[in-house]
Protein backbone atom coordinates (compact mmCIF):
# COMPACT_ATOMS: atom_id res chain seq x y z
CA UNK A 1 0.00 0.00 0.00
CA UNK A 2 1.45 3.16 -1.12
CA UNK A 3 1.56 5.82 1.77
CA UNK A 4 0.18 9.34 1.48
CA UNK A 5 2.60 12.32 1.47
CA UNK A 6 0.90 14.46 4.36
CA UNK A 7 0.02 18.30 3.60
CA UNK A 8 2.22 20.55 6.30
CA UNK A 9 0.98 24.01 7.44
CA UNK A 10 4.66 24.92 8.39
CA UNK A 11 8.09 23.70 8.26
CA UNK A 12 8.58 22.60 11.80
CA UNK A 13 5.80 20.47 11.44
CA UNK A 14 7.40 18.80 8.00
CA UNK A 15 10.94 18.58 9.85
CA UNK A 16 9.30 16.70 12.73
CA UNK A 17 7.75 14.49 10.69
CA UNK A 18 10.69 13.85 8.71
CA UNK A 19 12.74 13.28 12.03
CA UNK A 20 10.37 10.01 12.56
CA UNK A 21 9.88 8.86 8.90
CA UNK A 22 12.03 7.41 6.28
CA UNK A 23 12.30 8.87 2.87
CA UNK A 24 11.97 5.57 0.85
CA UNK A 25 7.90 5.30 1.19
CA UNK A 26 7.49 8.26 -0.54
CA UNK A 27 9.80 8.82 -3.14
CA UNK A 28 7.70 8.00 -5.81
CA UNK A 29 5.41 11.41 -4.74
CA UNK A 30 8.22 13.60 -4.91
CA UNK A 31 10.09 15.44 -8.08
CA UNK A 32 13.87 15.34 -8.68
CA UNK A 33 15.09 19.58 -8.39
CA UNK A 34 18.41 20.57 -9.25
CA UNK A 35 20.03 23.37 -6.83
CA UNK A 36 23.40 24.16 -6.38
CA UNK A 37 24.87 25.52 -2.57
CA UNK A 38 26.81 28.67 -2.74
CA UNK A 39 29.27 29.30 0.24
CA UNK A 40 29.64 32.37 0.98
CA UNK A 41 33.56 33.97 -0.06
CA UNK A 42 36.02 33.98 2.89
CA UNK A 43 39.39 35.50 2.77
CA UNK A 44 42.43 33.46 4.07
CA UNK A 45 44.90 34.87 6.55
CA UNK A 46 47.56 33.62 8.40
CA UNK A 47 47.96 35.00 12.37
CA UNK A 48 50.74 33.89 14.72
CA UNK A 49 50.16 33.15 18.33
CA UNK A 50 51.90 32.40 21.30
CA UNK A 51 52.09 28.45 21.94
CA UNK A 52 50.34 28.33 24.72
CA UNK A 53 47.26 30.29 23.87
CA UNK A 54 46.82 28.11 20.97
CA UNK A 55 46.92 25.46 22.95
CA UNK A 56 44.32 27.05 25.36
CA UNK A 57 42.11 27.65 22.39
CA UNK A 58 42.28 24.24 21.09
CA UNK A 59 40.97 22.76 24.67
CA UNK A 60 38.25 25.11 24.49
CA UNK A 61 37.25 24.90 20.72
CA UNK A 62 37.63 20.75 21.62
CA UNK A 63 35.25 20.86 24.60
CA UNK A 64 32.76 22.64 22.49
CA UNK A 65 33.15 20.16 19.92
CA UNK A 66 34.35 22.41 17.47
CA UNK A 67 37.57 23.05 15.09
CA UNK A 68 39.55 25.33 16.83
CA UNK A 69 39.72 27.98 13.52
CA UNK A 70 36.05 28.07 14.16
CA UNK A 71 36.00 28.97 17.11
CA UNK A 72 38.25 31.83 16.72
CA UNK A 73 36.32 32.92 14.08
CA UNK A 74 33.03 32.84 16.46
CA UNK A 75 35.44 35.36 19.02
CA UNK A 76 36.45 37.68 16.26
CA UNK A 77 32.62 38.06 14.57
CA UNK A 78 31.69 38.11 18.26
CA UNK A 79 34.08 41.29 19.34
CA UNK A 80 33.65 42.96 15.79
CA UNK A 81 29.87 43.22 16.48
CA UNK A 82 30.28 44.51 19.67
CA UNK A 83 32.31 47.11 18.23
CA UNK A 84 30.17 48.24 15.85
CA UNK A 85 27.49 48.48 18.11
CA UNK A 86 29.28 51.14 20.16
CA UNK A 87 30.64 53.33 17.09
Given at each position: ?69 TLI ?9 GQD???
Open positions: MKRQLPDFKTAEEEAAFWEKHSVAPFLSQMETVEFEVVRPRKTQISIRFDPGILAQVQRIADAKGIPYQQLWVAEKAAQRG
